[in-house]
């Protein structure tokens, strides 16, 4: 059966994203650069047999696929609360979580516990439960609830500042599994994308959530399906042909936006699928990698630039990189990621796939200090080393009190820990070489 539930997705070329975290924070999506590449050094480079050693575990998240950020002391992270009785269906897919409100929860990195709450919306579509990543920044959490509700939080207090609906503002439309977006800050604006045809991304003011500019495609041409509907991808910015721009995979494809007032530059439609598109795509220079699942797979575009107009120009595509949510790393010239079941390295440059193998089948993957993370959408975590010339694994381990959900929350590397999100389970892990 056909499932999805994404947690939108980033890389980029060069960037600020003003985040404010100490060295070794992973203050939002995919860590401080949207690269999914920590800086830190200094980790494990083999587990003991039954992994790392798990420092503290905690419960009481609620449901959802919300990956955590890390900053100032403090995790983020969202999760949904039951109601009394949730609806068999909600946003046309069968309910398998329950309805309920959806949380921002501040919690202690020394032991877990929780510093505060605070209610932000409510579950909406398939899959029901939050998928967000909370943004950081200059002491405010950015997050995005199921339906469609942005917040901006106070982190020292959890008081609400201001809240946004895409909904209601923008008229936005986010497809059958509900908003899974992690609003992207860039000096004073968030970007977002509420999904509408004259509205598909905007530029807000960080400030008060004020409009700054609207991103439309309503008249674009050339592409093989709409791109007015948000997919389940989260923007980042790149300088690409000597602009500054936001770049997104939504329902159509991959769009790039100047960011100096929205003007849609370019489109990849290739990478994308009917069903569902939530990967973040990786931007280095002028090419655009960016892959989706159900049967498309993944390629490389260059973007250039004649005159006043871009265009984009397919380098390869291969139909094997089927990376559904669980992101892709650029490593030096290589792309990590897993496809429907195994572990892929492809040349980023030629598009030459360099070994394909099992290890804990479809799932997530970050990048710290030689080596990757992978963890398997059914619970299992290997440590792999980025080696383009063969697969090494230095250890593996089954996450323990797994829930009955997919393991599909990211993992995240900070501060010499490994955080594993699972349902209502928070788990971190001591990965510091001793």
Same mark, same amino acid.
């Given at each position: 059966?056909?499932?999805?539930?994404?947690?939108?997705?980033?890389?980029?070329?060069?960037?600020?994203?003003?985040?404010?975290?100490?060295?070794?924070?992973?203050?939002?999506?995919?860590?401080?650069?949207?690269?999914?590449?920590?800086?830190?050094?200094?980790?494990?480079?083999?587990?003991?047999?039954?992994?790392? #050693?798990?420092?503290?575990?905690?419960?009481? /998240?609620?449901?959802? %696929?919300?990956?955590?950020?890390?900053?100032?002391g403090?995790?983020?992270?969202?999760?949904?609360?039951?109601?009394?009785?949730?609806p068999?269906?909600?946003g046309?897919?069968?309910?398998r979580?329950?309805?309920?409100?959806?949380?921002? $929860? =501040?919690?202690?990195? #020394?032991?877990?516990?929780?510093?505060?709450?605070?209610?932000?919306?409510?579950?909406?579509?398939?899959?029901?439960?939050?998928?967000?990543?909370?943004?950081?920044?200059n002491?405010?959490?950015?997050?995005i609830?199921?339906?469609?509700?942005?917040?901006?939080?106070?982190?020292?207090?959890?008081?609400?500042?201001?809240?946004?609906?895409?909904?209601?503002?923008?008229?936005?439309?986010?497809?059958?599994?509900?908003?899974?977006?992690?609003?992207?800050?860039?000096?004073?604006?968030?970007?977002?994308?509420?999904?509408?045809?004259?509205?598909?991304? *905007? =530029?807000? !003011?960080?400030?008060?959530?004020?409009?700054?500019?609207?991103?439309?495609?309503?008249? /674009?041409?050339?592409? !093989?399906?709409?791109?007015?509907?948000?997919?389940?991808?989260?923007?980042? *910015?790149?300088?690409?042909?000597?602009?500054?721009?936001?770049?997104?995979?939504?329902?159509?494809?991959?769009?790039?936006?100047?960011?100096?007032?929205?003007?849609?530059?370019?489109? %990849?439609?290739?990478?994308?699928?009917?069903?569902?598109?939530?990967?973040?795509?990786?931007?280095?220079?002028? $090419?655009? $990698?960016?892959?989706? =699942? %159900?049967?498309?797979?993944?390629?490389?575009?260059?973007?250039?630039?004649?005159?006043?107009?871009?265009?984009?120009?397919?380098?390869?595509?291969?139909? !094997?990189?089927?990376?559904?949510?669980?992101?892709?790393?650029?490593?030096?010239?290589?792309?990590?990621?897993?496809?429907?079941?195994?572990?892929?390295?492809?040349?980023?440059?030629?598009?030459?796939?360099k070994?394909?193998?099992?290890?804990?089948?479809?799932?997530?993957?970050?990048?710290?200090?030689?080596?990757?993370?992978?963890?398997?959408?059914?619970?299992?975590?290997?440590?792999?080393?980025?080696?383009?010339?063969? %697969?090494?694994?230095?250890?593996?381990f089954?996450?323990?009190?797994?829930?009955s959900? #997919? =393991?599909?929350?990211?993992?995240?590397?900070?501060?010499?820990?490994?955080?594993?999100?699972?349902?209502?389970?928070?788990?971190?892990?001591?990965?510091?070489? #001793?």
């Open positions: 059966m056909r499932f999805l539930i994404c947690l939108m997705l980033a890389v980029a070329g060069t960037t600020a994203y003003g985040a404010d975290p100490a060295t070794g924070d992973w203050p939002g999506w995919r860590g401080s650069d949207r690269t999914g590449l920590s800086k830190e050094k200094g980790i494990l480079k083999e587990w003991p047999e039954a992994g790392p #050693k798990q420092l503290w575990q905690i419960k009481g /998240l609620g449901t959802g %696929y919300s990956t955590p950020s890390v900053s100032n403090k995790i983020f992270v969202m999760g949904s609360k039951p109601t009394e009785a949730p068999a269906e909600q046309g897919k069968k309910n979580g329950g309805s309920g409100k959806e949380f921002i $929860f =501040a919690l202690n990195e #020394k032991d877990g516990s929780v510093a505060w709450e605070v209610e932000v919306g409510v579950t909406a579509g398939g899959y029901p439960g939050p998928r967000s990543t909370p943004t950081i920044d002491g405010v959490a950015y997050a609830s199921s339906n469609g509700i942005l917040a901006a939080v106070a982190i020292d207090t959890g008081k609400i500042k201001y809240t946004v609906d895409f909904k209601k503002d923008f008229k936005g439309n986010s497809g059958g599994w509900a908003y899974t977006e992690s609003p992207l800050i860039d000096g004073d604006l968030l970007i977002c994308t509420p999904g509408a045809t004259d509205a598909t991304i *905007v =530029a807000l !003011k960080k400030a008060d959530g004020s409009v700054v500019w609207k991103a439309s495609t309503k008249d /674009l041409v050339g592409m !093989k399906r709409s791109y007015g509907t948000a997919g389940y991808s989260s923007p980042i *910015v790149a300088t690409i042909a000597g602009e500054k721009q936001y770049v997104q995979f939504v329902s159509g494809g991959v769009i790039g936006v100047s960011a100096a007032d929205g003007k849609v530059r370019w489109h %990849y439609d290739s990478p994308a699928n009917g069903t569902a598109n939530c990967s973040t795509p990786i931007v280095r220079e002028n $090419f655009v $990698f960016a892959a989706s =699942a %159900y049967g498309t797979g993944g390629g490389q575009a260059l973007i250039s630039k004649t005159g006043d107009d871009y265009k984009a120009d397919e380098k390869y595509f291969i139909k !094997k990189f089927q990376n559904h949510h669980g992101g892709v790393v650029l490593v030096g010239d290589y792309l990590y990621g897993t496809t429907g079941g195994s572990l892929i390295c492809v040349d980023f440059k030629t598009g030459e796939v070994w394909d193998e099992r290890s804990v089948g479809k799932g997530s993957v970050v990048y710290v200090d030689g080596h990757l993370i992978v963890r398997g959408e059914n619970g299992g975590i290997a440590l792999v080393e980025a080696n383009p010339a063969e %697969y090494v694994e230095k250890g593996k089954n996450q323990p009190e797994r829930s959900q #997919k =393991a599909w929350p990211h993992p995240v590397v900070a501060n010499g820990k490994l955080y594993i999100r699972d349902w209502d389970i928070l788990q971190c892990y001591d990965i510091t070489k #001793k």
